[in-house]
């Protein structure tokens, strides 16, 4: 789907395709299309930034909570949940670039109150550490911290410092891990919404 820079696409939950998000607006940044939830109100926002391979949903009972308090948004980065694919790897100048414009563009008030949880935390980190006038601030939630390759074992290091996203997992790994991940989370999100 084509979507023109600052354009709002509200989904309409009852004629949504099987790919469309159960809830939010998907805004053109320009990157490409990113979707944004909010709920509540409140003068403070809280936003959401999800755990790496993790996006906005992955969070639907805290929001809903924070929600009774104040605006509580919830998104997908590029390349994560209901927003565009995005190429690999991201830089967090990046990523923090698109949560601003994502942000203006829906008209989320600042400064707001950043969750970051593990790489999520990163993001939160870098984009007050860019913006501080944005963010009143900082919760982090098991976060990922911008030094943390000079902490791992070497072979572990020279992993992560290696990786591009030419290297691919074999089949039967990736569906093993899909076995594996389907059967945890139709556990842990059995009690959530079955739109979620």
Same mark, same amino acid.
């Given at each position: 789907?084509?979507? !023109? #820079?600052?354009?709002?696409?509200?989904?309409?939950?009852?004629?949504?395709?099987?790919? /469309?998000?159960?809830?939010?607006?998907?805004? *053109?940044?320009?990157?490409?299309?990113?979707?944004?939830?909010?709920?509540?109100?409140?003068?403070?926002?809280?936003?959401?930034?999800?755990?790496? *391979?993790?996006?906005?949903?992955?969070?639907?009972?805290?929001?809903?909570? !924070?929600?009774?308090?104040?605006?509580?948004?919830?998104?997908? &980065?590029?390349?994560?949940?209901?927003? +565009?694919?995005?190429?690999? %790897?991201?830089?967090?100048? #990046?990523?923090? +670039? @698109?949560?601003?414009?994502?942000?203006?563009?829906?008209?989320?008030?600042?400064?707001?109150?950043?969750? *970051?949880?593990?790489?999520? *935390?990163?993001? !939160?980190?870098?984009?007050?550490? &860019?913006?501080? +006038?944005?963010?009143?601030?900082?919760?982090?939630? +098991? %976060?990922?911290? /911008? @030094?943390?390759? @000079?902490y791992l074992p070497p072979e572990a290091a020279q992993r992560l410092t290696s990786w591009t996203s030419d290297?691919?997992? %074999?089949?039967?790994?990736?569906?093993?891990m899909r076995t594996t991940y389907r059967t945890v989370f139709a556990t842990a999100l059995a009690q959530w919404? /079955?739109?979620?």
């Amino acid at each position: 789907m084509a979507v !023109a #820079k600052g354009a709002a696409i509200v989904v309409d939950v009852d004629a949504q395709a099987v790919a /469309e998000p159960p809830w939010g607006t998907r805004w *053109g940044v320009s990157g490409g299309s990113m979707l944004l939830h909010r709920s509540g109100s409140g003068d403070v926002p809280v936003v959401w930034l999800a755990g790496g *391979g993790m996006f906005g949903l992955y969070y639907w009972n805290v929001h809903r909570l !924070a929600a009774q308090f104040t605006t509580s948004v919830v998104y997908d &980065r590029l390349g994560t949940g209901w927003s +565009d694919p995005a190429e690999l %790897p991201r830089s967090s100048i #990046k990523v923090t +670039d @698109d949560l601003r414009e994502l942000l203006d563009l829906a008209g989320v008030a600042r400064p707001c109150v950043l969750v *970051g949880h593990s790489l999520g *935390g990163l993001y !939160a980190r870098h984009f007050a550490k &860019r913006f501080p +006038d944005d963010v009143a601030g900082l919760v982090l939630a +098991d %976060p990922t911290h /911008e @030094d943390v390759v @000079d902490y791992l074992p070497p072979e572990a290091a020279q992993r992560l410092t290696s990786w591009t996203s030419d290297i691919a997992l %074999p089949p039967e790994q990736i569906d093993a891990m899909r076995t594996t991940y389907r059967t945890v989370f139709a556990t842990a999100l059995a009690q959530w919404p /079955e739109k979620v």
